[in-house]
């Protein structure tokens, strides 16, 4: 069976990820590469293991994890349903079983606020892992004074930690914000459909999800 090493260490799929980013970095996005993809499958593993599901289930969050941002080669519209177009073929032809590669794409093509639907436990991990990556390190303007939006948020979150609770009945992102570059409403102009979308996907696993920013528990 085709494991996330095998597909971490594949040149080729390394190459679509550092020139899906380069378009990114024209476009002026924050970060989409290696490090994010590798956080989004570290979460999309610590989530399913928390719950209990199968290993295998677990490895196959952190294929479509590690692949999940692939269609910024081809455009940042509608990424989603091209990264799982081009998934697809890469997994056809590693020789991948068909069951495992209609959960994997399934999963990247539901990823994407615009259009994703929670549609199975790996697709909710995936939403989850990826909405929850909120960083300053993800920002690559080093000018302040210029920062959009995006930038600002980022750029203000200190600390974001993602908890799957003991009894399993909630997953919680627990936020440091600081409010000299962003402001709690900032976040949330951007940020709002994510944060809906991680409620669904929480509940696609049997959770509550649960926002807490600056201790102050919002959703």
Not at 45 to 56: A, F, N, Q, V
Not at 178 to 202: G, H, P, Q, W
Not at 203 to 217: A, D, M, P, T, V
Request: hydrophobic share 45%.
């Amino acid at each position: 069976m085709l494991t996330y090493e095998e597909i971490k260490n594949n040149e080729a799929i390394n190459t679509y990820i550092r020139k899906a980013d380069e378009s990114l970095v024209a476009l002026g996005y924050t970060e989409h590469s290696f490090a994010h993809v590798t956080r989004v499958a570290e979460t999309a593993k610590y989530i399913l293991e928390s719950l209990g599901y199968p290993k295998r289930d677990v490895e196959l969050a952190m294929i479509a994890a590690y692949l999940h941002d692939i269609g910024n080669l081809v455009n940042r519209i509608d990424h989603a349903q091209s990264g799982a177009v081009m998934a697809f073929r890469i997994l056809d032809n590693l020789g991948a079983d068909a069951d495992e590669i209609a959960t994997i794409t399934t999963a990247i093509g539901n990823h994407d606020e615009g259009t994703a639907v929670a549609v199975n436990h790996v697709a909710a991990a995936l939403i989850l892992s990826d909405k929850t990556d909120v960083r300053r390190s993800r920002v690559r303007n080093a000018d302040i004074t210029s920062f959009d939006i995006h930038d600002r948020v980022n750029y203000s979150v200190n600390k974001a930690d993602v908890k799957v609770m003991e009894d399993r009945k909630a997953i919680r992102l627990k936020m440091t914000i600081d409010t000299r570059y962003c402001s709690v409403m900032d976040y949330f102009e951007i940020f709002l459909n994510r944060m809906i979308l991680c409620r669904k996907a929480a509940e696609k696993l049997g959770l509550q999800f649960r926002l807490i920013i600056n201790e102050q528990q919002v959703i």
